[in-house]
Structures are given as structure tokens and as C-alpha cells.
């Protein structure tokens, strides 16, 4: 089973309901980039990578289609068999770029999974649950706003909210988290997402104007160092999220014991297969993390959802995927739905997803 064919595709996904709002930037429409594969046995693979804006991480998408131009006419001819093997293949190609490689590698497990019967998640070590809980991103707002969708997220389901702060002046971001936590209480679990804008000081002064309200943390400053100093001087559990731009990154964070938990993205980590291996890590270590990705259609939230229900439940934050933010979807047949605030785990193989064939339009590029 060889690669035969390579398809690039460019996807405008508009936000839904206006402006998505976060403390590094505003953003209306994502520009995905859709990897297929074609194998000489007649099988095709998905693959998807969809960069928030071109701040939010060293990520953009006119970057991840250059650099998958630099890796795709190394694979034609490539055997579909090891993961491990491809991917060095692709490092030999290029250095770094893995939120790129990362739309290869979810592609080569789609197309493995469907040659060999089974859903990713049984090639990511088998699932868990036949379903994992997702969570609602309550967006930069109005203290009352963004209290009134937190209630109204709680009643369709969702057992975690997270409140993204910062940006703004620091009395908005304390009102809107008490708000939210008088609004729900208990009834959902809270993380305060800081996306990297918050300096030191204003982090723990927060922390303890918020000292009574149960969350976690969430990247409150922008390097790993600043959220270093904050060990032992802040109340709630520090999660790292941007900072986790690859495996080593996780690694040091562990090792420095600045970490109670982590956000991580599929594709920030160059791909399912890698973010296995740190998935494994986080269970020695008995640490938290959730399995999203930065944006993107139903490829993406497949590969976050296979991923997730591979993580012992108890340890799992949820799974945050764009549905709720952009129209339509990628296979009308098989979508990737949240209900009730959890997402089933695909059963068929691979991805457990086809596109509508022919809905991308012209590909970009072909090899």
C-alpha cells in the first residue's frame, strides 16, 4: 500500500456568530488546509491543519501548506505500514513545522486504520469510553454576557467551561469569573484561559481577588519562564497550553514541576502519533491535559476525539473542537457532533469520517 497521489486543499471556515475574541487577537474566518492521500490500492486519508490566525502560535497557514509542499514529493511512493518510518521521512524533508506534519501523520493513520479494520483510536492503544466530554470556550465578553452563555452552556451539558480573559482591564476579567462562578457554581468545572496575556504581577493579583473560586489556570503569561516565577505564589493549578509548542517543551515543563496540567493541541505537537507518546507521559506522572486543536471541520475533531478517549478518564480535561463556531460539515453522513456536551468516538475506521466528495473545491496543489 503505497502513496499514489497527494491533494492540498484551502478551506475558509467563517466563525459563526461574529468575532472570536481572545487576548492575542480577534478572528472572523480560518483558512484550513486539507491533506488527502491517495494509495495505489484504491484507499484515501485525511489529514487537516487549521492555525487560529498567524499570533496565536509560530503557526500560520500560508506556512503549513509551504512547508507540506517541501514534504509531499518525498512521500509519493512511500509505503503506508510504519508511522515511524514516515515520519522520519518527513523530518529528512524538513526540520521542525509539525503543526504541517501533523495533517500527514493524521492521514497515514486514517488510511492504516481502513486497511486494517479499525477506528484510529484502537492504532492510538485502544478506547476507553464510547464517548468523551467536551468543553465550552466562553470568549473574551461582557461580564454578564459571558455569565449568561456559561448558564445556558450548562444546561445543554457541557461539564466544563473555559473563561478566556485578558486583553482588557484586570476588574473585567475578575468580574466575568465571579460572574460565571455565581451563574454555575459547581455544576461545571472552570478553567480561566490567560492565553498567554497576562504579565506576572497581574496573574497573582488575580489569583488572589479569585482566591475562592475553584479552577485551573490556564497559560495566565506568555513564556514558560514568567509562569515558572509563579510556583508557590498563586492559589489554582497553573495549566500550560502555548507553551507546549512540541514534545520537548512538555518534557522540560514536567521536569521543572511548573505544570498541574496541560492544554495540548493535536497539531502543535506534530500529530496524533506524537501526542500519544506524550499522553503516555502524562499518565507516569499522573497529569491532566485535554486533546483539542487550535481550529478546524471535522478531520481535526475526529483525530482530537480519537485521542481523547484513549486517555484514562480521570485524567482527561475534554475535548474542545469548532463545531459550535462554523456551519456545516465535512461528512453529513458520519459528523463529529457535540451532544449533550460529549462527542461520541467514531466506530467506523479509520477517522471514521469521509468528506462530501468534490465540497473543497480545486485543490491548491497536487503531487
Same mark, same amino acid.
Given at each position: 500500500m503505497r502513496i499514489d497521489q497527494i491533494n492540498v486543499y484551502k478551506?475558509? =471556515?467563517?466563525?459563526?456568530?461574529?468575532?472570536?475574541?481572545?487576548?492575542?487577537d480577534d478572528v472572523d474566518a480560518l483558512d484550513s488546509t486539507i491533506v488527502e492521500i491517495g494509495t495505489d490500492d484504491g484507499l484515501t486519508g485525511w489529514g487537516e491543519t487549521c492555525p487560529v490566525g498567524p499570533v496565536y502560535q509560530p503557526h500560520h497557514a500560508l506556512g503549513a501548506r509551504a512547508a507540506i509542499a517541501e514534504i509531499a514529493p518525498g512521500l509519493m511512493g512511500a509505503e503506508i505500514a510504519s508511522i515511524r518510518l514516515?515520519?522520519?521521512c518527513?523530518?529528512? /524533508?524538513?526540520n521542525g513545522h509539525g503543526y504541517a506534519k501533523a495533517a500527514f501523520d493524521i492521514a497515514f493513520l486514517d488510511v492504516l486504520g481502513q486497511r486494517l479494520g479499525v477506528p484510529i483510536s484502537t492504532l492510538l492503544g485502544g478506547a476507553l469510553v464510547d464517548r468523551v466530554p467536551a468543553y465550552y470556550s466562553l470568549i473574551v465578553g461582557p461580564p454578564d454576557e459571558t455569565a449568561r452563555i456559561a448558564a445556558d452552556k450548562v444546561k445543554s451539558g457541557y461539564p466544563r467551561l473555559q473563561v478566556k480573559i485578558s486583553g482588557r482591564n484586570l476588574e473585567q476579567d475578575?468580574?466575568? $469569573? *465571579?460572574?460565571v462562578w455565581e451563574t454555575v457554581g459547581y455544576k461545571a468545572r472552570l478553567a480561566v484561559d490567560g492565553n498567554r496575556g497576562l504579565t506576572v504581577a497581574a496573574a497573582? *493579583? =488575580?489569583?488572589? =481577588?479569585? *482566591?475562592?473560586? #475553584?479552577?485551573?489556570?490556564?497559560?495566565?503569561?506568555?513564556?514558560?519562564?514568567?509562569?515558572?516565577?509563579?510556583?508557590?505564589?498563586?492559589?489554582? #493549578?497553573?495549566? =500550560?497550553d502555548e507553551s507546549t509548542e512540541d514534545q520537548n517543551a512538555v518534557l522540560r515543563a514536567i521536569s521543572l514541576g511548573i505544570a498541574d496540567g496541560f492544554g495540548f493541541k493535536v497539531t502543535r505537537l506534530g500529530g496524533l502519533t506524537k501526542m500519544a507518546t506524550i499522553r503516555d507521559v502524562c499518565a507516569i506522572r499522573s497529569l491532566p491535559h485535554s486533546c483539542d486543536d487550535a481550529w478546524g471541520g471535522d478531520i481535526i475533531a475526529a483525530a482530537c476525539v480519537h485521542l481523547g478517549s484513549t486517555v484514562e478518564p /480521570? /485524567?482527561?480535561?475534554?475535548?474542545? $473542537?469548532?463545531?459550535?463556531?462554523?456551519e456545516g460539515h465535512f461528512d453529513a453522513k458520519n459528523p463529529i457532533v457535540?451532544?449533550?456536551? *460529549? $462527542?461520541?468516538?467514531?466506530?467506523?475506521?479509520?477517522?471514521?469520517?469521509? #468528506?462530501? #466528495?468534490?465540497?473543497?473545491?480545486?485543490?491548491?496543489?497536487?503531487?
Open positions: 478551506v475558509q =471556515l467563517p466563525v459563526k456568530g461574529g468575532t472570536y475574541r481572545m487576548a492575542s514516515l515520519t522520519k518527513m523530518d529528512e /524533508r524538513l475578575v468580574a466575568s $469569573i *465571579h460572574k497573582i *493579583h =488575580l489569583d488572589r =481577588l479569585c *482566591h475562592a473560586i #475553584p479552577f485551573v489556570f490556564e497559560q495566565p503569561c506568555n513564556t514558560m519562564d514568567e509562569i515558572a516565577t509563579l510556583k508557590g505564589r498563586v492559589t489554582h #493549578p497553573v495549566y =500550560l /480521570r /485524567r482527561f480535561e475534554g475535548a474542545w $473542537i469548532a463545531q459550535e463556531y462554523i457535540i451532544e449533550n456536551g *460529549h $462527542i461520541a468516538v467514531p466506530q467506523l475506521p479509520g477517522l471514521g469520517i469521509k #468528506p462530501e #466528495p468534490g465540497m473543497f473545491g480545486q485543490p491548491v496543489a497536487t503531487y
